[in-house]
């Protein structure tokens, strides 16, 4: 707050941002109704509004750049404490599906801090550089080459939202075996790395479709909560996200890996041939 606010409030302030505000106001109200030859004046006062405030954006350099590196050092922060809140969960999820037992997630935590918390640190900057450059990259391509062959900009937003769907899954299926194979595979830290990036007999389409059908369907339900609960039901809905997408991780390295693990207290699930456990792996407790 302390970083975003007194910058937001200089935007919020403005004549191009009260005008930017009220074009998209007025976009929304003529799709709803119906006036379709009143939406493409709405578009162009958004772009015009949109540019002006881009220009006031550009006058303000150096307060802006050392807003962004707040931004950038409180985002780095936040995704490190996500990382072991992430770290903690796969932990979890990985003793109820092994060994059907409730571990509690803070007493977890503690034990597993060391290795999340080297997780979250190497994680968290390949995650930002990773997406700011492909989000950078997506608004150049889409918002800018796009609006020069006059592409509308409802098409350009459809673009973005899925562009940025696309690379969301991408990272997350170059990613999905990281966690599992620290914890489930007992794997050092440069050799889990290595190993969630060899996509070698990992059926990685068949993994990047199923986060695809996951992450539009979170999209939806944490959209919709937001909405219909004015952003109560956020408290909730995005856990859960969080978790469902662990669960995900856990039984897809499970199945690859032949491994068996109990889905409720009286059903474990067996693959169709089991992996022999070497003698070095019974006695390590591995399996």
Known sequence: AAVCIPFINSLTGSPDYVNLISGIKAFVNNFLEGKISEIGEAS??????????????????????????????????????????????????????????????????????????????IYSPISFVYDALCWLGMYFVIFRLLSLILVPLPIQIFLYVTAIIVIATVKMTFTSDWMPALIRG???QKEAFLYTFDRRRKQSFNVFSNYVVLVL????????????TFGAALLITVPSSYVILVCFECVNYFDREELKYFIDKYTIIKPEKERTVTREEFFKGEQ
């Not at 903690?88 to 997630?105: E, G, R, Y």
């Open 217 to 228: 369907i979170i999209f939806a339900v944490n959209v919709g909560g937001a909405l219909c």
């Open 44 to 121: 162009a006062q958004i772009k015009h509004a949109f540019d002006a405030l881009l220009r006031l954006v550009a006058e303000n350099r150096e307060q802006i750049a050392w807003g962004i590196v707040g931004c950038v050092v409180i985002y780095l922060v936040q995704k490190f404490f996500e990382g072991l809140g992430n770290y903690a969960t796969t932990a979890v999820i990985n003793d109820k599906m092994a060994l059907h037992a409730n571990s509690p997630f803070m007493v977890t935590l503690l034990h597993n801090f060391k290795s999340a918390a080297l997780y979250s640190l």
């Open 186 to 188: 007992k794997m050092k």
